[in-house]
């Protein structure tokens, strides 16, 4: 699946796209994966509270099942003004 970050997200952990092969079952398996992976995947990730996360571009919650999903993009809340 494609792995999409967006404006902080993407400067910690420092691309703003990747295609991941993953196990994960939801989005929460697949944020667990990634803090695995390396210091800046951690970094990015240690507190999903600040996060949001959509699905084939769907907002939804961490606990969004990935069974056919091509998409997902983390990036912060984001305010209207």
């Given at each position: ?8 997200v993407?400067?910690?952990?420092g691309?703003?796209r990747e ?5 994960a079952?939801t ?6 994966e990634?803090?695995g ?5 951690a970094?990015?990730?240690?507190d ?15 606990d ?18």
């Amino acid at each position: 699946m494609n792995v999409l970050y967006f404006a902080w997200v993407r400067e910690r952990i420092g691309i703003p796209r990747e295609a991941v092969e993953t196990k994960a079952t939801t989005v929460m398996d697949l944020v667990d994966e990634l803090r695995g992976r390396e210091e800046r995947y951690a970094a990015a990730f240690a507190d999903i509270t600040a996060l949001r996360v959509a699905v084939d571009q769907q907002l939804t919650e961490f606990d969004a099942p990935l069974d056919g999903v091509r998409e997902i993009a983390f990036f912060p809340p984001m305010t209207g003004g």
